[in-house]
């Protein structure tokens, strides 16, 4: 009788150890999964704001041209910007690039309003 009670002790807190394994990792994994959306989103700002300067010289054409070069999805126009693939771009009457926004991008958005 002592043996099976000496076994089921040591089952139980093996048992609650596994489970304490698998919930810390899980934490850490989640963790570093946050950190990673952070910096991705931190990195889709920057990049989104430093790529009107960058094309400041391009008309619209040529910009259309690049950013739909690196998606399979088709270019189109919808409320008063240019969509090439998961990108949006507004355009001055000028010609050149004002913004750059993903469609991910919720939160001001003037390419998503009509939404």
């Known amino acids: ?10 089952a139980l807190i093996g048992s609650n150890l596994f489970w304490l394994a698998i919930v810390v990792d899980q934490g850490v994994t989640s963790a570093y999964r946050d950190q990673q959306i952070q910096e991705l989103d931190e990195t889709r700002k920057q990049l989104m704001a430093a790529l009107p300067e960058l094309a400041g010289h391009l008309g619209k054409e040529e910009v259309v041209s690049i950013v739909s070069r690196h998606t399979e999805l088709g270019v189109y126009e919808k409320s008063g910007c240019t969509w090439a693939g998961w990108v949006a771009l507004k355009f001055h009457e000028q010609g050149t690039l004002q913004a750059a926004m993903p469609v991910w991008d919720y939160g001001g958005n003037p390419c998503l309003e009509s939404f």
Not at 1 to 10: G, T
């Open 1 to 10: 009788m002592k043996w099976i009670i000496a076994f089921l002790s040591v």
